[in-house]
């Protein structure tokens, strides 16, 4: 007994929607019977033929056939006002507008827009009136029955679709109110079917199915504003239209016997199908056909079935139990002899032999039969080589030795091995070969034994707010039958959805491609936070086997709930002139995925800073804003301060999503604290010259005090003034110069000297406020130019001129061009001039001098003339131009580093001289007789004597202070010369000042700037004390001599008191005679 495998064919039918009927006539105006038509199709391509509805037109006479004429071409309406499609027509945008036309019987031409759109969810619907008012329910009378209404199901689209709409004469007159009762409405299956109140209009809010319900009854009423029942309720029925969306389906296996001799025509067994779509239309009739007969011998077509009642009969002859298992196989007859393979030329190509995998029946099965001319004259063997026969895998196929007859021994795998290529042998009984080999091809054809698989897990999310047709995830299975066959073409569809709410049917797949789409609206994380979805792929184009996947769909968090807060005001109170404080934390809800974009909380001042007084940010949980001030606050300007602070989420609200921004309104009060003065400018600059006389004005730097209310004192101080040349007066901020400013002093920098004034209240705790005042020093001639080499080095034969550069410190204006004049003993034996520029010096040597060093002293001065002497250290060598290489020496100009150990064995001696020598000075001074020192009494330490002034006798009463500054004004008469300087920048003098009263200053200044001078001598170095005065007739204190004179008496010293004991016991004789 063999299986039989049935097909069923569907047939497909597609309603048209019933016309619209009204209950009442109007009164007739030619015309159409709408302002304007709109006809709703399900696709943008709308083919040739295609019949999108009717146009209703009336002249006001018994006429039923009219002329039309279109705007647009490719449409085309009938006399009997069919709306068709004359040429091919693609919507690109979804929808096409277009105008019809047409005449009255008084030839006034009248025009209609039409708009034809895919799946419009407002089309036109029926109007249903509700019958005049009467007795009873006069309404279910013959004449005022209302049509059904028709709703197709499964119907795609944007819900609630528009079904029909309910209309009442008295709406003309006063306001109305619709509603609708009954199953499917308020009652189960509860809001299937809705009604806008006001307008009347009848929603549809899902797809319905017709095999769930096939028939809704509903009743309609229409109630006046205020007045209570204005008609009698309406029957209203609405029919589900079939769709074909439902398989046929068999609900037995069938198996039957069929004897061999059974004739012709015999039915053997019938089969049934059913299909759950509507009975008695298209979508449920059946056809059946037979796809495939196994084993298709001896004919492929032993059996046929019935198309419409299933019948199965014999139509072939050949039934053959016993030879089932040994069906007619191909004979294949070796090529006729020749030289080499000919066999492989096109003739003698020998087709492929098919044998189906897993193959059933009682191996081994004959394949084929190998056979050879020469078998009619002897007796020849016949055999296969290759892999399956003597090659792994062995033994799938044999040969019988001496009938030629190929066997497959078992069941075989395409998938394993899809081909097998064997050659055939026939020999001779005793005599060799006798034929060529031949090759064999065995094909395994492919039979649907593989399931559909999928190989990876799904999962994925889908956002609450994801729009309708999106793409969630595609899933895709594998097949490892045959590529290209059905038996490897899958179809997709999703067995189950769990859960099945809001809908059952929240997702679809693509049938081919495999992609889920979202298809229904109400995705709700915190409701079903997860879809399970079962996926089914079967091959055979979705009728074969299948296999199973679960889809696991997660439902991400939308942006749906906006955050609020906590509480709808704050309060706080802010210090004053406080930067970065936090004012208040405001806490706010949000019911969206915590940690999400759509619950993370950001933070705006919506009104109330226009100054940008105040920043709000976000805290680290997301879910706090942190109000801060983002500027310094002032009591004074303003006490108070109301913000209107916002709240949304980091990304925007999910689209279609209504929600109100929260608000909260904060209250903040400044309190108010001691401000410190402030200057104004803050920065105030000045000029003046560098000379400006001591006690002289500089500027009156003043501050006020923001704490207006506090009513308190401003006082000023000096808070750094780096050289101390400036005084503030306490109370008014007026600023004098203390002591001499220099332009080119150290903390002068570009011109500018700065100084930062300080101003402060009287408050218990004062608070000081800062102010920086600029001096911008005018320049003075108050430095002399000077030459910045101190030593060079010439050849006393053929000299080489010197260039030495000359610096002044003043400004440009009291500078070059410089000019320079030799003194003294320099102006023998050396010139000088100035370069070009008149800014630097050529110094050369004019007679030859025996090798050694000599001072050359120089007076540069600048344009003005002030000038000053420079004594140039000149080391003359015994050598020629500028080769100084017999140039040798003590210091840096020395060549004795040539020769290392004399150099080392010179300072050797020299160190043991100096030895010796300090040996010998100790020694004189412990021999020296101690005495006394003078004035060891501590009573007369208190008393200071000056015994530096030898005066010039009555010449000397003015007092030449150039003395004092000859040491420093020319300084190349005191210089070390035996010292090399260390190069450190010279330091400023000040000049020697017009008041006397200011020579205490000029001294302590100019003493500490010959501390720091590396040229000025340091204290043990010999310093001048040359100049005595002119004229004096005082002689010399040699001349006195206190042992001549006897005739003195110094006793009345001891009567003086303890400050003149000393003298007492020096002139007096006292008890140091005796100690004599």
Partial sequence: ???????????????????????????????????????????????????????????????????????????????????????????????????????????????????????????????????????????????????????????????????????????????????????????????????????????????????????????????????????????????????????????????????????????????????????????????????????????????????????????????????????????LQFPKSGGGLRRRKRDWVIPPLNVPENQRGNFPLKVAQIRSNEDKLKKLFYSITGPGADLPPVGRFTMDRETGNLYVTQPLD???????????????????????????????????????????????????????????????????????????????????????????????????????????????????????????????????????????????????????????????????????????????????????????????????????????????NKQEGILSTAKELDFERASKHTLLVSVENEIPFAPGVSVVTSTATVVVSVRDVNEAPIFDPKEMLVVKPEDLAVDEVVVQYTASDPDTARKQKVLYKILNDPAGWLNVDKDTGLIKVRASMDREGIFVTNDRYTATIGAYDNDAVPATGTGTLIIQLEDVNDNAPFIEEREIKVCNKDPAPQLLSVTDKDGPEFGPPYSVSLQGMSKTNWTARMNGSKTGIILNLAAELPSGEYSVILTVADKHGLGQDNIITAKVCDCRGTDFTACSGPGRYGAAASNLPLILGILGAILLLALLLLVLLFTKQRKREKKEPLLLDDGVRDNVYYYDEEGGGEDDQDYDLGVLHRGLDNRPDVLRN?????????????????????????????LKAADNDPTAPPYDSLLVFDYEGGGSDAGSLSSLNSSSSGDQNYDCLNEWGPRFKKLADMYGGGDDDDML
């Fill in 414 to 620: 395409r998938e394993e091995t899809p081909k097998y290529m064997f050659e055939a042998h026939a020999v001779s009984d005793g005599a060799g070969q006798a034929e060529d080999p031949m090759e064999i091809i065995v094909i395994v054809i492919d039979q649907n034994d593989n399931k559909p698989y999928f190989t990876v897990e799904y999962n994925a999310n889908v956002a609450e707010a994801t729009a309708i047709g999106t793409e969630v995830v595609k899933v895709e299975a594998k097949d490892d039958d045959e590529p290209d066959s059905d038996n490897s073409d899958i179809r997709y569809r999703i067995l189950n959805q769990d859960p099945p709410l809001p809908t059952d049917n929240m997702f679809e797949i693509n049938p081919v491609t495999g992609s889920i789409r979202v298809t229904g609206r109400g995705l709700d994380r915190e409701k079903y936070p997860q879809y399970t979805l079962t996926v089914q792929a079967a091959d055979m184009k979705g009728e074969g086997l299948t296999g199973q996947t679960k889809v696991i769909l997660m439902v991400t968090d939308s942006n749906d709930n906006a955050p609020v807060f906590t509480q709808s005001s704050y309060n706080a109170t802010v210090d004053e002139n406080k930067k970065d404080v936090v004012v208040v934390r405001m806490m706010v809800t949000d019911e969206d995925e915590p940690q999400t974009p759509a619950w993370n909380a950001k933070f705006k001042i919506v009104s109330g800073d226009p100054d940008g007084l105040f920043t709000v940010k976000t805290g680290t």
């Fill in 1 to 331: 007994m063999e299986s039989i495998w049935f097909v069923i064919w569907c047939i497909l039918t597609v309603f048209q929607a019933p016309n619209l009927v009204t209950a009442e006539e109007p009164v007739c105006v030619p015309g159409f019977q709408s302002d304007q038509l709109t006809f709703s199709v399900t696709r943008n391509y709308l083919t040739r033929g295609t019949v999108l509805g009717k146009v209703g037109f009336t002249d006001c006479t018994d006429r039923t056939r009219f002329l039309f004429d279109t705007s647009d071409k490719r449409f085309v309406v009938k006399t009997d006002g069919v709306l068709m499609v004359k040429r091919a027509v693609y919507l690109h945008e979804g929808h096409h507008d277009f105008f019809i036309h047409s005449w009255d019987s008084q030839g006034l031409k009248l025009t209609i827009p039409v708009s034809v759109s895919m799946n419009a969810a407002d089309a036109q619907v029926p109007v249903l009136q509700f019958p005049k008012p009467g007795e009873g329910l006069r309404r279910r009378k013959r004449d005022w029955v209302i049509p059904p209404l028709s709703v197709t199901e499964n119907k795609r689209g944007t819900y609630p679709l528009k079904v029909a709409q309910i209309r009442s004469s008295e709406d003309r007159t006063r306001k109305m109110f619709y509603s609708i009762n009954g199953p499917g409405a308020d009652l189960p299956p509860v809001g299937r079917f809705t009604m806008d109140r006001e307008t009347g209009n009848m929603y549809v809010t899902q797809p319905l199915d017709r095999e769930e319900t096939a028939l809704y009854l509903f009743e309609a009423h229409a109630v006046s504003d205020g007045a209570g029942q204005a008609e009698d309720p309406m029957e209203i029925i609405v029919n589900v239209i079939d769709q074909n969306d439902n398989k046929p389906y068999f609900t037995v296996e069938y198996n039957a016997n069929v004897a061999e001799a059974t004739a012709i025509g015999t039915e053997v067994v019938k089969v049934e199908a059913k299909d759950d779509d509507e009975p008695n239309s298209d979508n449920s009739e059946l056809h059946y056909r037979i796809l495939n007969q196994d084993p298709p011998l001896p004919t492929d077509n032993m059996f046929e079935i019935n198309p419409i009642t299933g019948s199965i009969r014999v139509t072939g002859r050949g039934l053959d139990r016993e030879n089932a298992n040994d069906p007619q196989v191909p004979v």
């Fill in 978 to 1006: 035996e010292v090399v300087p260390n190069f450190m920048p010279a330091p400023q003098y000040r000049p020697r000042p017009a008041n006397p009263e200011e020579i205490g200053n000029f001294i302590e200044d100019n």
